[in-house]
Each structure stands twice: as structure tokens, then as C-alpha cells.
């Protein structure tokens, strides 16, 4: 019996999120279950801490994506929505940041047992150009001593591989778009119990990840890859750090209004092996979003079952 602190009350508990969030009554109609805040403090119970820091432009759509992933376990979380303080979006109004979010400056001395770092659409640019690098040099060295458990998606996952381990991404001569059958290469890893042989993988990028320097890396494995995409997802078992560098939290149009933005721009190639006999004009269905919440479950599994019970404990 795996418990390190007491969930006896933990049968069927929902995600923890802010009572207006546009998200809840998304997550709600698809029948996930939503605690509002009245209800968590009755609980006699620790939930899971997360934080998402949100980099995406699309701030609300991507807090849809992961809340319906994270919601969908039995265990009750508590999600806080993070941006970083030094950059200011311009997709989504100041009033939905003030209402939701807190800036990385007002939470960096909370401890997080899972920590979720977005993907930013920046692929081409280096990292030490972006106008946050520095923050978030700090915020990746902050996971070290204030998170359990770190999880970095696509860009952010790039960012983190660069930082902690030099691995540099490589340009690709054109966007790599589409769903991708990535291989099992360890079946028998915590992160991928009930994953399938072969994985299909939303992919959306400007950029793959140096294989000559995953190899090199100390601590690094490879456990879901394709051909012509690269790695798909890496882990550090030994620092609990998870990489996801393509995107299981995607909807199922997500790739469609990428492919319709591009298009305006002269920038795109219809997303291969994804809408229904090639045709763009097709709605696309999703074939990868049991295996989005089988990861994400896995994952929480593992911060459950290894998290100190005393948050002050994180990082000691």
C-alpha cells in the first residue's frame, strides 16, 4: 500500500479551479468533475498542489486543454495559473490575468508538487533572444528546490533540455505538422503504464531536439520517438523531470486552427496523417486523447504515491 499521506476521502474528487474560469463550464459539460472553492476548504484532505505556467498566446484554450487532463483524475488538485512576471501578453485581456493568474514573483516561495511549464510559439527564435529568458532561467532553477515533480511541454520542454543539459534543437527546413505514430522505446517505465506499442502523437513544430545530444546527456532517456519527428517524450527518472516535446493535450481541431492561421500567413503544408483522407475541408477526430489522459494520470499517480506528505518537505 503506496501512501505516503491520507486520501481517504479521495474517491472521485474533482480539479480544484477559480469559480468563474472560462474553462469550468467546458470542463463541466464534458463531464468532468469541478470542486468550487467553498466546497475544497470543507474537505478534510491535502490536495495536490499544481501550477500550470501558462506561455502559450492562447492562454484560455490552454488552460481548457490541461484542466480537462488533470481534472479527470480521482484525486482532488488544486490548479493555480501562472504567467511569468516579466512578460505582459497581448492575446488575452489584463482582466483575465488579474481574475486567474498569479505572476511567477507572487507564488516563488510556494512549494508545487506538480509543475506544468506550456509550450510559446518561438521555435525559431534562440532562446537567450526571448525577452523572458532570464525569468525563466530562474523559474527552471526555482523547480529544483520548489517543485516535485516538473513536467515541460514542447517549447518549454526544448527550454529545458537546453538549460539543464545543454541539448541544443535543431531548425528544420519547414514546419512539421501533424500526428505522428512515435514507438515505445521503455515499455516498462512508470510514465507509460497502459501505453500502447505505437503512440500517435500531435506534432506542430519548427524545430526537433538534438539526438546527438540527448545521447550525451547525463540522466536522459528516450521513451517515445518517430523517425522524422524525433523524440516525443524524455524523462529524468532520477530528477523526476518529465519532457513532452509534442502535444497529447491538443484538441481535436487544435492542429486545424494552427494549420488555418499558417495558411493566412503563407507559412503551411495541410498537417499530415491527421484530417479524414487528406482533405482539409474534413473535420479531424481525435486519435491520441486516451493516451493525453493516460500520461497525465500516470503522472499525477507518481506525485501522489512519492510527495512528501508536508509541502514544506519539497525539494529537501
Not at 537567450?128 to 520548489?146: A, K, Q, S
Not at 533540455?161 to 515505445?184: A, D, M, R
Not at 521503455?186 to 500517435?200: E, T
Request: hydrophobic share 40%.
Amino acid at each position: 500500500m503506496l501512501a505516503p499521506f491520507p486520501f481517504e476521502k479521495a474517491s472521485a474528487l474533482p480539479i480544484r479551479i477559480p469559480n468563474d474560469l472560462p474553462a469550468r463550464p467546458v470542463l463541466e459539460r464534458e463531464g468532468v468533475r469541478v470542486m468550487d472553492e467553498a466546497t475544497a476548504v470543507r474537505q478534510d484532505i491535502r490536495p495536490l498542489r499544481i501550477g500550470l505556467l501558462n506561455l502559450m498566446p492562447n492562454k484560455i484554450e490552454t488552460e481548457t486543454q490541461f484542466a480537462r487532463l488533470i481534472g479527470a483524475t480521482p484525486l482532488q488538485i488544486e490548479l493555480t495559473l501562472i504567467h511569468p512576471t516579466t512578460h505582459q501578453p497581448k492575446t488575452v485581456a489584463r482582466s483575465h490575468l488579474d481574475a486567474f493568474y498569479s505572476s511567477w514573483e507572487d507564488i516563488r516561495d510556494q512549494k508545487f508538487d506538480g509543475f506544468i511549464v506550456t509550450g510559446a510559439p518561438l521555435g525559431m527564435m534562440a532562446f537567450e533572444d526571448v525577452r523572458y529568458w532570464p525569468e525563466l532561467v530562474e523559474i527552471m532553477d526555482w523547480t529544483r528546490t520548489n517543485v516535485h515533480a516538473p513536467f515541460f511541454v514542447c517549447w518549454g520542454a526544448m527550454a529545458a533540455l537546453y538549460h539543464f543539459y545543454g541539448v541544443p534543437k535543431i531548425k528544420l527546413e519547414q514546419k512539421i505538422s501533424g500526428v505522428f505514430p512515435h514507438e515505445s522505446h521503455s515499455p516498462g517505465c512508470r510514465w507509460l503504464l497502459g501505453f500502447d506499442d505505437i503512440v500517435r502523437m500531435p506534432v506542430s513544430r519548427w524545430t526537433r531536439v538534438s539526438e546527438q545530444g540527448l545521447a550525451a546527456a547525463k540522466g536522459l532517456r528516450v521513451l517515445l520517438r518517430h523517425e522524422e519527428a524525433g523524440a516525443g517524450l524524455i524523462d529524468d527518472i532520477e530528477q523526476r523531470r518529465l519532457f513532452m516535446i509534442n502535444h497529447l493535450e491538443y484538441e481535436s481541431d487544435t492542429l486545424a486552427q494552427e494549420y488555418t492561421r499558417d495558411l493566412a500567413i503563407g507559412e503551411a503544408n495541410a498537417p499530415s496523417n491527421y484530417f479524414p483522407d487528406n482533405n482539409p475541408e474534413a473535420a479531424p477526430v481525435s486519435t491520441w486523447r486516451a493516451h493525453g489522459h493516460l500520461l497525465i494520470s500516470n503522472w499525477i499517480n507518481e506525485i501522489y504515491q512519492t510527495t512528501p506528505f508536508n509541502p514544506s518537505d519539497i525539494g529537501q
